[in-house]
């Protein structure tokens, strides 16, 4: 199941995959290359933040969209590929995708 995280672990999460973005080759349109999560290295310093390895949803705020209202979600995995249970399909994310965002 995907489950909703606190703020301060969300902003976490971003910041760790900005720097890991930052660091690396690989450019948007390339598959990410999987990496071990225990042993990342930025900038000369070691993390293991393979605890992060789970998808995680990044809710957004409704906002209003004539006649509605619109809420962007992202889910993100900082380690693999996002994992969607059975039934909970998401037919707007690229397979193998890291980062997804869906708008309802």
Sequence with gaps: ?????????????VAIISALLSSSSVSAQDTPVP?????????????DISALKKTYLVKGEATPVYPNKQQVNYFVNPCQAIVVPDGEAKQHCVSGAW??????
């Design 99 to 104: 980062v997804c965002q869906e708008t309802k």
């Design 35 to 47: 990496y071990d999560c225990a042993k990342i290295s930025v900038a000369g310093n070691s993390y």
């Design 1 to 13: 199941m995907i489950t909703p995280r606190p703020r301060t672990a969300i902003v976490a999460t």
